[in-house]
């Protein structure tokens, strides 16, 4: 029940212009158990998670509202396992190198038999973690991105969508998720792409991006 949200612009924009959409994201999509949002700042990644509530969190928003950034990514929780409400298994995922961000709606059905292998790199007890390092590791095989995400899927099964940003400003999308389709579409300026919260309908563009045109569902692996 996680929304994914990621907002792109060609002139850095603040925080502040995402934070209203952001804020209604959650509100509709009903994913109150942790939140984190990363952006592109001069080649690496930032990031702030909070096992909290943007809605709840004024003083946070008011903190990352003048952040300007080309690129921010943001993600929201409702785990599979609500045993897993742990800053560890908040989203989006960050490397070490500070060059890469990932984040996940939906659950990995295959996650335990791979869980083993990456058992001395996991911080926590998601199974978007594990889809994480599965990624990197694809990664430094030399594949592109939207390629490694939709391999990511395909070994990892069950129901997913997935986006990832890199320190060049590189996002991958990959949507598998029929429940809850990933979009992307122009909202005036920026480029967005957003999970359609869990509503099979036009609530989406209804409740959160009404100026919103140019909107593709997204199927199988993709750019934004």
Not at 127 to 137: H, K, N
Not at 183 to 198: I, K, N, Q, S
Request: hydrophobic fraction near 40%; charge should be negative.
């Amino acid at each position: 029940m996680c929304e994914i949200l990621v907002v792109t612009s060609a002139t850095p924009m603040t925080f502040s212009t995402v934070v209203d959409s952001a804020r209604a994201m959650e509100y509709y999509g009903s994913a109150n158990f942790g939140w984190g949002v990363a952006w592109l700042d001069g080649g690496r990644v930032e990031r702030y998670r909070s096992v909290g509530r943007l809605s709840n969190e004024p003083e946070v928003a008011q903190r990352l509202a003048s952040v300007r950034s080309t690129h921010f990514l943001v993600h929201f929780r409702r785990p599979s396992k609500l045993s897993t409400i742990q800053m560890a298994d908040t989203q989006p995922f960050l490397d070490d190198a500070e060059t890469l961000a990932f984040a996940h709606n939906g659950r990995f059905i295959e996650e335990d038999e791979y869980r083993p292998t990456y058992a001395d790199r996991l911080s926590g007890a998601a199974d978007s973690e594990v889809g994480f390092v599965m990624f990197q590791d694809l990664l430094a095989a030399g594949a592109p991105m939207a390629e490694a995400l939709e391999t990511v899927h395909s070994k990892l099964g069950g129901r997913a969508n997935l986006a990832a940003l890199d320190g060049d400003g590189q996002v991958a999308l990959y949507s598998s998720y029929d429940g809850n389709r990933l979009w992307t579409f122009r909202d005036g300026d920026t480029m967005v792409a957003a999970t359609e919260l869990h509503s099979a309908d036009d609530s989406l563009f209804e409740l959160v991006f009404p100026r919103a045109t140019e909107r593709r569902a997204v199927e199988g692996s993709g750019t934004l």
